[in-house]
């Protein structure tokens, strides 16, 4: 039996958990920063790197202590490499890899979205029914990033398409800090919604450009038209309601709508019929009910403590690359991008 400690640090929450032969949790300790960055409507990367820093090794003490475990029954250190905050990821990097270093521990430095897919494999005592066998569709939507891919493996994806401008989460993020609604916004949005009309505005669905995938998305123009045209929008035969809650409702509809479209054109054409959802966005109760509606998809959400940022996926995806024999180097490097996740204009 294998335990591998996961250290992640690549956004806002400074995570470390224990999990045993990539599977059975152990710990999970999760501290948010989101208290310090909602009053500016979004993550303030050097706050964040600040707080990680003065977190970390208290985070990584919880969870070898809530797992019952001394540093010296740790088989293994894996940790966040990338994407995300630069000065984030090597806050948790650099720690995981003096943890090793000090206690001759193999190490492995990971990538966070693929650890995202990932996390449906994760349980405490009690066993998934079925974990999603391979291929599957991924669909992986947080503030960072939205990508829909092919998996083939824990560590094999091909990139189907992705964003031409801003990610999902972030597209929910922006909408709400302009209407003041919170943050961060998807949480917030998602609450409103439940009470709001969805028919209240009707806002455009983007058109693709020459030159993009059929699968790609784009949330610029949605949220162009949310904040700066919204009167535009408004239907003329949908009741008037509160404002906010409507907005809410209309907006959240139109950017699962967007999602889903390419991500059913992508089941379709590749004939996957199970997805696989993972990252902040895919906590959102919208998007899971619509593709609950689909009865020809299997439709497989990771539990929600293991849906956003967390210890035990970088863990659980670590311990399949070192019992295959893989290590990193310390000098492993830290990087914002992954060639490929994102999009950028020519
Ligand atoms: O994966 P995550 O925790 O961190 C990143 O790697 O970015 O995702 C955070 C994103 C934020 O943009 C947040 O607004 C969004 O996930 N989010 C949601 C919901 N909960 C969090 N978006 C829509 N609906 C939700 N319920
Ligand atoms: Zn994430």
New binding site residues.
């Given amino acids: 039996m294998m335990k591998i400690l996961g250290i992640e640090s690549?956004?806002?929450?400074c995570a470390a958990a224990v999990v045993e032969d990539g599977k059975l949790v152990l710990s999970n300790v999760v501290a948010t920063q989101i208290p310090l960055h909602a009053k500016y409507d979004g993550v303030v990367p050097e706050l964040a790197s600040r707080m990680h820093t003065e977190w970390i090794y208290r985070v990584a003490g919880e969870a070898l202590e809530k797992a019952g475990l001394s540093p010296a029954e740790i088989d293994g250190v894996a940790a966040t490499a990338h994407p995300?905050l630069l000065g984030s990821l090597l806050v948790g990097l650099s720690f995981a890899k003096a943890f090793a270093w000090a206690r001759k521990l193999p190490f492995i430095a990971v990538n966070?979205m693929l650890a995202?897919l990932y996390a449906p494999r994760l349980h405490w005592e009690q066993p998934p029914e079925a974990p999603p066998e391979y291929p599957f569709l991924g669909l992986l939507?947080?503030?960072?990033?939205s990508i829909i891919c092919r998996v083939d493996n824990f560590d094999a994806i091909s990139v189907l398409g992705t964003t031409v401008d801003d990610?999902?989460?972030?597209a929910?993020?922006k909408v709400?800090a302009h209407y003041g609604f919170g943050?961060?916004?998807?949480?917030y949005?998602?609450r409103l919604a439940k009470k709001g009309n969805p028919e209240a505005f009707r806002f455009p669905m983007p058109s693709l450009r020459k030159g993009d995938h059929p699968y790609d998305l784009s949330y610029s123009g949605l949220k162009t038209a949310v904040i700066n045209q919204l009167e535009q929008f408004r239907n003329p035969r949908a009741a008037a309601g509160s404002d906010r809650e409507d907005i809410a409702a209309s907006f959240?509809k139109t950017?699962v709508e967007i999602l889903l479209r390419a991500l059913f054109r992508a089941a379709e054409d590749t004939g996957l019929t199970t997805v696989v959802a993972?990252?902040?966005?895919a906590?959102?109760?919208?998007?899971r009910s619509r593709l609950a509606e689909r009865a020809d998809l299997r439709s497989i959400f990771p539990p929600m403590e293991f849906?956003?940022?967390n210890g035990a996926m970088i863990a659980g995806i670590g311990y399949q690359y070192l019992v295959r024999g893989d290590r990193s180097p310390l000098s492993a490097a830290a990087s914002a991008r992954v060639q490929g996740f994102k999009k950028r204009y020519p």
């Fill in positions: 690549s956004c806002d929450e995300g966070h995202h939507v947080s503030g960072g990033h990610a999902a989460g972030e929910f993020d709400s943050y961060p916004g998807g949480v949005i998602d959240q950017a993972g990252g902040g966005v906590a959102n109760s919208y998007l849906c956003g940022d």
